[in-house]
């Protein structure tokens, strides 16, 4: 077992990239063709007929001049202004890791998969007990990610309770990004907090055009609240960011049933109104502003009121959405991988593995929560993170699907080999097969009984467990260069933790 566990982390660390970032999805569609024009028309009607309501003046000011119609707080948006706004939007956003190996190039139906979350608090990979997310928590957990190759990108997970919150940005995005050379994106809060991580990542890249081309961080806004409501403080950062041309996610999150219709067609018509409305709003402030639309339908526990993060109809709608974007050919960041349980056994197995393959096979652009997450985002395990990679790198396998050409179909090996043959060490198969099954590397056991047992007869959890440690122990991710990390201390001395 002991040296199989060190062979296993010697092999994640070669793997770092994983073999499966941007692979081409697309093959699963929940939505006909004239589905997707039907929900299309309907949210354009929602936003011509019902409009959204905005409060903040520069957002006002700005809808009124581009030509919609402001009745005091009510903005109805006409269809010709929210289709030259999706015109102006990139269709390609490139969002950049320290290492360019990590550089997730964000178009059509290209995959990429990661975690997601603001969890407050953590499962203890020692005691299994709860507790407070910490700072500490944000590095270690970048190192966990950097080492694990089917993970992507690292999206913060929590939020550190042990920081005020006007220092929150510049120490969670510092920690990370000196922990992983994998792209960073988080939540922000305030308008300094976002001046300065953008100044920090200047300094890290070169200066301000050169992170403009490669962004190593980009930024979430959860700007709406369902139904059809710009939150105001979050608008203010919303218009900041885009100012500043760094990408951003427009991330709204209706309950169908609470916040939305309880329908799965008028939620995700509801849903891609809001998109689209926030969407127009950035290439007002910005046009051709980086920004990815965030959509993520989910439901409501009808009995409870509950969000429901492993609800098959996550991942159904969660797909469907993505329909919608590549109609509109704009990037989507949307949401798979999450459960209910509150610890890592068999329900989180099945809840996230449905909507992963679900949304993954879709080809949605920046899957978030697929790693790490439990009990309905509230908590984050470390160990989590170990065996949703193995699930990551099963769902990238099915979406690079089977490759048919004449070397592939093997007619020839066929022949050769021949009736009551056998392929074992045919040059064919010598060629193949590292490449074209999947194995998994560290968590799922696929040994014979008397193997495993030998071996301790653990289960996953146990050993995904002890992969953790061993990352947290043995990785070191390629550090910031000593002169721009000593820049960085001395610039934020007075927000960094020592």
Avoid at 409 to 424: E, N
Wanted: net charge negative; proline share 5%; aromatic share 6%.
């Amino acid at each position: 077992m002991e040296g199989q566990a060190s062979m296993t982390s010697s092999s994640m660390r070669r793997k770092r990239s994983g073999p499966g970032k941007g692979l081409i999805g697309g093959q699963y569609k929940p939505l006909t063709d004239e589905q997707v024009k039907q929900i299309h028309k309907a949210s354009l009607t929602v936003l011509a007929q019902t409009g959204v309501q905005v409060e903040e003046p520069e957002a006002l000011r700005l809808f009124k001049e581009a030509g919609a119609d402001v009745d005091g707080n009510r903005v109805r948006l006409p269809q010709s202004l929210v289709e030259d706004a999706v015109d102006k939007a990139p269709s390609r956003v490139v969002l950049a890791g320290r290492d360019p190996e990590h550089d997730l190039i964000l178009e059509g139906a290209r995959v990429h998969i990661g975690t997601g979350g603001a969890a407050l608090q953590v499962l203890d990979l020692e005691t299994g007990g709860i507790r407070k997310a910490v700072l500490r928590d944000v590095a270690d957990m970048a190192r966990i990610v950097d080492a694990l190759g089917n993970i992507h990108f690292y999206l913060i997970p929590i939020y550190p309770t042990d920081l005020p919150e006007e220092t929150v940005e510049i120490n969670k995005y510092y920690a990370a990004l000196a922990n992983t050379t994998k792209h960073v994106q988080a939540g922000v809060y305030t308008i300094q907090g976002i001046r300065d991580v953008v100044e920090m990542s200047e300094r890290i890249m070169g200066g301000a055009e050169p992170l403009r081309e490669r962004p190593i961080v980009s930024f979430i806004t959860s700007w709406m609240v369902s139904p059809l409501k710009f939150a105001t403080d979050v608008t203010m950062l919303l218009i900041e960011i885009c100012r500043q041309r760094m990408p951003v996610v427009l991330s709204a999150a209706p309950m169908a049933g609470s916040t939305a219709p309880v329908t799965l067609a008028g939620m995700l018509a509801q849903l891609n109104a809001e998109q689209l409305a926030g969407l127009t709003l950035t290439q007002l402030v910005q046009p051709g502003c980086p920004v990815l639309i965030g959509p993520i339908p989910a439901t409501a526990d009808m009995r409870s009121g509950k969000y429901l993060g492993g609800s098959v109809e996550l991942g159904l709608c969660n797909a469907a959405i993505t329909q919608l974007a590549h109609f509109y050919h704009v990037p989507i960041y949307n949401s798979a991988g999450m459960t209910e349980a509150k610890i890592p056994d068999i329900q989180a197995g099945i809840e996230k593995a449905q909507s992963v393959i679900q949304v993954a096979l879709a080809g949605a652009n920046f899957i978030h929560h697929a790693a790490g997450m439990l009990e309905d985002m509230s908590t984050i395990a470390y160990e989590q993170f170990v065996i949703d990679n193995e699930l990551l790198g099963l769902a990238m396998r099915a979406v690079r699907g089977i490759e048919v050409n004449d070397d592939t179909l093997a007619l020839d090996v066929i022949d050769r080999i021949g009736p009551g043959g056998h392929y074992l060490m045919d040059e064919h198969t010598l060629r193949y097969m590292r490449t074209e099954h999947y194995y998994p590397s560290a968590v799922f056991d696929r040994q014979g009984r008397q193997m495993w047992e030998q071996a301790g007869g653990t289960d996953a959890w146990a050993r995904a467990k002890d992969v953790a440690r061993r990352i947290l122990a043995e990785h070191r991710p390629e550090p910031l260069d000593p002169a721009t990390d000593a820049w960085i201390r001395e610039r934020f001395a007075s927000s960094l933790v020592p």
